[in-house]
């Protein structure tokens, strides 16, 4: 017969359930102690037996807690793996965009510079050509006065 403590520990109950009094003893009973001593050494002999199953348990228990646990630290880490990625992600991203507007600030600052450069020179070559066209003016000028005058024009090359 396979019994388990608990089972063993029932018969022994009911071993002191069903003993009887004996009378003036203040509650004290008579029982087959060789039944109980051989109850005692079944509960000896299961008890290792339950005590290396307790341990097992207890043993997977924490072989799960532990497996559970790395799982929890590997799941941590891949997601702050993740995260770290976004977090370089979007901060190339900014760095781009600080980037391109910096590009854009030195193009509108060269457009800017070229366009004055150029209205310099512009203005420049205008300023040149109309002194250019006054004197050329100024010259027709004094040959149509010349010629007014009936005097004969002299060369304005010679006059410089």
Known sequence: MNMNVEDILE????????????????????VDAERIRKLIDSI???????IRQARAIVKDRADIVETAKKEAESIIRNAEERRNQILSHDEMVVQAQ????????????????????????????????????????TQV????????NGRPQQNA???N
């Open 11 to 30: 018969q022994i109950d009911d071993i002191l359930d069903e003993a009887w009094a004996m009378p003036l003893s203040g509650g004290k009973i008579v």
């Open 44 to 50: 000896r002999g299961n008890l290792p037996g339950e």
């Open 98 to 137: 600080e980037r391109a507007n910096e590009i854009q600030a030195q193009t509108q600052k060269r457009a800017r510079d070229m366009r004055k450069t150029a209205q310099e020179f512009a203005d420049d070559l205008l300023r040149h050509t109309e002194e250019t066209l006054t004197q050329q003016v």
């Open 141 to 148: 000028r004094q040959a149509r006065a010349s010629l007014r």
């Open 157 to 159: 090359d010679n006059d």
